[in-house]
């Protein structure tokens, strides 16, 4: 596609309750990522694709957070029992290689009741 | 651990004036990339502007310009001209090069830019 795609763009839950966010990276990018951005703060890493394998996972914050990625395309983030702390906007970013550029997606803004 | 500063939470600059955004960060390493990105209303992150740590000559984009400072490690954007559209948060942002096996950008908190018309 012409640019990283992310749904839902908005997504409010309760708390306790199991949700999914689907990333769309450009076509023909192998590399993946995921990061969370609080309110007013900057963006934190969470994990990082390259095709369908997961090399570097160590910002997910706790067990309740989980990642996959299919067909080295499309990528879901789980959040598992979902808490307060939780909400944020969630962005993810896709590059051609590893080490080239990332281009972001519009992100999907989670909140947590 | 390599970290991004950004002490400017908020700058205001008049329309078609200029205005530096400042950016330090900390690192042990020889080769790394920076990045300015752009972060209006909509969300969408944009890159403004990319600098490899291996060259010594400034990047320019445009009305974009970074002086990089490689040895104080200070890595400021000059927005020249400002206009209406580049009212935003501005992130400065730090990539490990190739041979440290990471791939995650680390991000500073921001610069909240306003243009007054």
């Known amino acids: 596609g012409a640019g990283v795609s992310q749904s839902p763009s908005n997504k409010v839950t309760e708390k306790g309750k199991d949700v999914e966010l689907r990333c769309d990276p450009i076509s023909g990018h192998t590399a993946l990522y995921w990061y969370r951005q609080r309110l007013g703060q900057g963006l934190e890493f969470l994990i990082y694709?390259?095709?369908?394998?997961?090399?570097?996972k160590s910002g997910l914050p706790s067990d309740r957070f989980s990642a996959e990625r299919t067909g080295e395309s499309v990528s879901t983030l789980t959040i598992q029992r979902t808490q307060q702390e939780d909400s944020a906007v969630y962005l993810c970013?896709?590059?051609?290689?590893?080490?080239?550029?990332?281009?972001f997606g519009p992100g999907t803004r989670l909140l947590v009741l | 651990a390599q970290t991004v500063t950004q002490s400017q939470p908020e700058m205001s600059v008049q329309e078609a004036e200029t205005v530096t955004l400042s950016c330090t960060y900390d690192?042990?390493?020889?080769?790394?990339?920076l990045f300015w990105y752009k972060q209006p209303p909509s969300r969408q992150m944009i890159l403004v502007i990319r600098q490899e740590a291996y060259k010594q000559q400034n990047a320019t984009e445009n009305r974009f310009s970074v002086n990089f400072q490689k040895a104080a490690k200070s890595f400021s954007l000059k927005i020249s001209d400002s206009q209406l559209g580049d009212a935003a948060m501005y992130f400065c942002a730090y990539r490990s090069g190739a041979a440290s096996g990471t791939y995650k950008y680390i991000f500073g908190t921001g610069t909240r830019l306003k243009v007054l018309a």
């Open positions: 694709f390259q095709g369908n394998s997961a090399p570097d």
């Open positions: 970013a896709s590059s051609r290689t590893r080490l080239e550029t990332q281009y």
């Open positions: 690192t042990s390493e020889s080769d790394y990339y």
